[in-house]
């Protein structure tokens, strides 16, 4: 698909972020689904202070780090590295991964070499202790990403 492709009316309104002067809308917006986890709608991120978003990407990012860790013990063309805030992960068979904290905006992004870049926020799930990295624009999590791409599983200690 190219950038500029004409949408159905419908994909336009679902748009509402910004001003659509004609019916032609980005690839990216185009891609939009609804927002989802588990049977919930999300829209927007949990509000969280600084310290609590600390705590649950640090936590994550390091059960990511252990599990990628884990597969290059199994496969040592497998390459990981935890450097300056950054995990980068090659993975001979899907190419290079980049992980890290965005604080200003309390988002972890993910570069993947297969579904591209993503920036993912934290929603908790009303009336649980935990929650869940998700990419807003579709709803998915970096959990499932992760797992779907590289097969990994990420233990999500510290984020209860």
């Given at each position: 698909m190219a950038i500029g492709r004409e949408v159905?009316?419908?994909v336009a309104r679902q748009c509402s972020r910004q001003t659509?002067?004609?019916?032609l809308v980005p690839m990216a917006l185009e891609q939009s689904r609804g927002?989802?986890?588990g049977d919930e709608s999300v829209k927007e991120p949990t509000a969280i202070s600084v310290e609590r978003y600390?705590?649950?990407a640090d936590a994550y990012l390091e059960g990511v780090q252990q599990s990628l860790e884990e597969l290059s013990e199994a496969d040592e063309s497998v390459d990981v590295?935890?450097?300056a805030g950054v995990l980068t992960a090659v993975i001979p068979s899907a190419g290079t991964y980049v992980i890290n904290k965005q604080p200003p905006n309390k988002q972890i992004w993910l570069s993947s070499p297969v579904s591209g870049p993503k920036r993912y926020d934290y929603v908790s799930s009303e009336g649980t202790?935990?929650?869940e990295w998700v990419y807003?624009?579709?709803?998915s999590t970096m959990t499932n990403l992760l797992k779907e791409e590289i097969d990994i599983t990420v233990d999500k200690h510290g984020d209860e």
């Open positions: 159905p009316r419908e659509i002067s004609s019916a927002y989802a986890v600390h705590e649950v590295e935890f450097s202790a935990g929650g807003l624009r579709d709803g």
